[in-house]
């Protein structure tokens, strides 16, 4: 019975860690696509990184963290890092610069 309790708890851990790498890998995703979609001369207008700095980063860090690190890795926590700088800095910004408008 004592030996039971460590292997539904490494299942647990297992599963945890899946729906962490799952919603990581959908993040970053997002991210990449979203800065994929948009046209490359408003990234300097809003004074960030260039288009192909942004796609590399976020391409680099999507298949890094699928490939070696997983989710709680050093390379996946950067992927999420940089993923939610892109959402959260520059895609307001690069929404303002359109007024607003468009499918994202």
């Given at each position: 019975?004592?030996?039971?309790?460590?292997?539904?708890?490494?299942?647990v851990v297992?599963?945890?860690?899946?729906?962490?790498?799952?919603?990581?890998?959908?993040?970053?995703?997002?991210?990449?696509v979203h800065c994929i979609t948009q046209r490359g001369d408003g990234f300097p207008a809003i004074g960030t990184l260039p288009k192909g700095a942004w796609v590399a980063i976020l391409a680099v860090c999507l298949v890094l963290t699928y490939l070696i690190s997983g989710p709680i890795?050093?390379?996946?926590?950067?992927?999420?890092?940089?993923?939610?700088?892109?959402?959260?800095?520059?895609?307001?910004?690069?929404?303002?610069?359109?007024?607003?408008k468009g499918f994202w």
């Amino acid at each position: 019975m004592a030996t039971s309790a460590p292997i539904f708890y490494l299942d647990v851990v297992r599963g945890i860690n899946l729906v962490i790498l799952i919603l990581s890998l959908i993040v970053q995703a997002v991210a990449l696509v979203h800065c994929i979609t948009q046209r490359g001369d408003g990234f300097p207008a809003i004074g960030t990184l260039p288009k192909g700095a942004w796609v590399a980063i976020l391409a680099v860090c999507l298949v890094l963290t699928y490939l070696i690190s997983g989710p709680i890795g050093i390379f996946g926590l950067i992927g999420i890092a940089a993923a939610l700088i892109y959402l959260l800095d520059v895609r307001p910004g690069l929404r303002d610069l359109s007024d607003g408008k468009g499918f994202w």
